[in-house]
């Protein structure tokens, strides 16, 4: 009912452009559609659901033929215990998350690897598939080995378990962003993921066809202490989390001839690319996982923290800055400064930290894109206050964002005299 609600919206939304990004669902904290009372009591007494340790980081969308069955998958990783479940969705008008496939998978609380321990982030393949990256982590205990997970959204089956063996990670490890390229599209036997190692600082390929994985180090995938300090609506944590972010353009970059991988440490300011030739290509990776270093590039600056992101038909990156809290967009076919980062939205209290930014394509083949905020800050600090909202799903028709243009638009993030850029700040201090 609630998503034919939705539906309407967005097509009021088509007519207006005012307010063109919509919450859709939001909570004070995230609670769960347990087997039954006794077993989530029992959960509650043993330490196993403790609501404030409990914090969505991704969200996916699983359009299903009709709005009432379509699902929206949402991740809570367990960066402590507390949380009954790892991965879930929400349907329909309820808030509560039902854990996926089931709570039998997430129960265990890192004592059965055959589950699933802790999951940052997901991808779909196109193919009715959910490609679920589970850490093995519960805090700083490796409890099992990072794993991919594929699942059959219409069986909700696994369909395949892919486990990294100990070459592939190290103690400081946690593997958070999988994306996916597609050979061929609709079949999806040539997929190779692609994953980040934000703490490990390392990048890991995944190529399906032939069951390997290989790990690629770089520089770039590591944190620059100056970007380290976040501030989120007045309050401040450090963090030095290296290689977050991961998009593949369907087409070269600009003045390229061959298609890359881009990407971002958070702790950054700054994108980077490399070619997927060189990553893709495992007798590299194989001889020197330190191999090409001249290869990785930093393809420019836009001088402000930004997490994940997510890029559309028409190769619009769409990412949330983190000061100021502003959904913004690059048309990468125009070179990455912040004359080309265009503001698209922005709201200082329901976008604290976007966690998770996903481009969906919904049931009338158009493209929207979906976040989840969080206010990762109070998580941080210790400050949640269960009595507030905290974490909030956002989606927004594409088209309408881009007041119905196909390339990103809208005032420049250089124009935007209300901000400091770092770089900008150091400039003058210089001086
Ligand atoms: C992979 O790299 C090796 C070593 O540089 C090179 O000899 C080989 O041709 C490359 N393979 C492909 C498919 O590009
Ligand atoms: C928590 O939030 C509620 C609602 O906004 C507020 O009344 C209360 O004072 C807050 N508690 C703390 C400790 O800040």
């Not at 069955?69 to 215990?81: D, E, L, N, Q």
């Not at 349907?91 to 690897?113: A, M, R, T, V």
């Not at 589950?115 to 589970?134: E, H, K, P, Y």
């Not at 028409?314 to 800055?321: A, I, K």
Request: proline share 4%.
């Amino acid at each position: 009912m609630y998503l034919k609600g939705l539906l309407t919206i967005t097509l009021i939304f088509i007519l207006s452009t005012e307010a063109n990004v919509r919450i859709f669902k939001q909570w004070r904290q995230m609670d769960f559609q347990f087997p039954s009372n006794a077993i989530r009591q029992q959960a509650i007494n043993n330490g196993y659901y403790v609501p404030a340790n409990v914090i969505p980081i991704d969200v996916a969308v699983d359009y299903r033929g009709n709005l009432d069955s379509t699902r929206v998958f949402v991740t809570m990783p367990r960066f402590t215990t507390g949380v009954p479940a790892s991965l879930g969705y929400t349907k329909s008008s309820s808030l509560l998350i039902e854990p996926y496939p089931s709570y039998d998978w997430h129960s265990s609380n890192g004592k059965n690897c055959d589950g699933i321990t802790s999951v940052f982030r997901v991808a779909f393949d196109g193919c009715n598939q959910m490609w679920v990256l589970d850490t093995g982590k519960i805090g700083n205990i490796q409890y099992c080995q990072p794993q991919l997970l594929i699942f059959n959204l219409i069986s909700d089956k696994l369909v395949k378990r892919y486990r990294f063996d100990k070459s592939m990670y190290v103690d400081n490890s946690l593997f958070i962003t999988p994306i996916l390229d597609v050979a061929d599209p609709g079949r999806c036997s040539r997929v190779k993921a692609y994953i980040a190692d934000v703490t490990g600082f390392g990048l890991i390929v995944y190529d399906c066809e032939v069951n390997k994985a290989w790990r690629v180090n770089n520089k770039l995938f590591y944190p620059y202490p100056n970007y380290g300090k976040f501030t989120i609506a007045g309050e401040s944590f450090d963090l030095m989390d290296g290689l977050l972010a991961l998009t593949i353009p369907k087409v070269p970059l600009r003045q390229d001839t061959e298609r890359s991988l881009l990407f971002h440490a958070l702790a950054s300011g700054t994108e980077n690319a490399v070619p997927l030739r060189i990553i893709n290509n495992a007798t590299i990776w194989e001889n020197d996982a330190n191999a090409m270093a001249d290869e990785f590039k930093v393809i420019g600056t836009r001088g402000i923290q930004t997490g994940a992101q997510a890029m559309d038909k028409n190769g619009n990156l769409y990412f949330v800055l983190l000061n100021p809290l502003a959904i913004v967009c690059w048309d990468s076919s125009t070179s990455y400064k912040t004359d080309n980062i265009k503001i698209l939205h922005r709201n200082d209290e329901t976008m604290q930290f976007a966690s998770g930014v996903k481009v969906v394509t919904n049931l009338v083949g158009e493209e929207e894109l979906w976040l989840v905020t969080n206010r990762l800050q109070k998580f941080m600090t210790g400050t949640t206050n269960l009595s507030e909202i905290n974490y909030r799903v956002h989606v927004a028709n594409i088209k309408a964002l881009l007041n119905f243009k196909d390339k990103c638009n809208g005032p420049s993030l250089r124009d935007d005299q209300t901000i400091v850029f770092p770089d900008r700040n150091r400039k003058r201090m210089a001086n």
